[in-house]
């Protein structure tokens, strides 16, 4: 089956195309068919670079994914089961850790987790790995002990209908992703709640939530007052709780279309959706530089 580069619009998208369009580039059109076995060098260097994460990236996912694995068999055992779940993590967090220290993720890169510090060399000390792990027991025992009994496990689970899934819906005839952490429906409404492990930049988060309320008026076909959102931080414990009104649903429709016509702007082909390269400018920020994936391959550094 061929696969084809579909243009699609995420809050990710438009962040990375709003740091540098170059980088953009690479992770949405020069990477693409990098995971083929005969794909060009370039494209396949890529590929292995758009793949990489960052520790703190890394310990946010690792946390999503055990919470989404705790709540999903809680039904069934009707127990969080903290400590399984943390010896689990740990296992998986020192497993994938080795496995990028080796650099395994060159060949096997949409199987194996490659860090990005380890393919750029950056020399962090062993206590600095602990931290992250740290982190990550700690936002396990605070979302198990904290967040879960306050939040979650009074609401009856024939009411849950999304537990991390990556989502789409329309804008401008465009799919637009969304990935909602927990999401449940009763007589008041729909409520989202999206688990956060690090501090939320303000202007970004409500971006992220207003396309979450989007998605849900949509979905739902529900009245915009009846969509109740919420921040969770599982670090802090700390609940952020907002509600949606008209004006946020038009200042979210209108951000995305802009944002697309941005985008499709740099196409050379919008009906096939192909780039060239050179049209993406490089950024001046040198701090996104120094944290991009893929300053092996940008021509910025060679
Ligand atoms: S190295 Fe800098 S200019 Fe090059 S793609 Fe990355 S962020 Fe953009």
Redesign the pocket.
Known sequence: MTLHNIFSWSKSRDETFRE?P??YF?HYYGSWGGWENNAPDRVREAYILKKLKSRHIWVGETVHHFIEKMIKQYPASQDIKLEEFSHKMTEQMRNEFKASRNGDYRKFPSKVLGLYEHEYGQNISDEKWKEMHALALRCLTQFANVLFPELVQPVDPEYWQIIEHLLTFEVDQTPVYVKIDFCYKNSDGVSILDWKTGKSEDVDSDIQLSCYGLFAHQHFNIPIDKIRMMECNVNTGKNKESSLIPAKIDFIKHYIKNSIGRMRQMLVDVSRNTTTEEDFP??DNER??RF?N??KI?P??S
């Open positions: 540098c170059r980088q690479f490089f950024t996104t530089c991009c893929f300053q940008c910025k550094f």
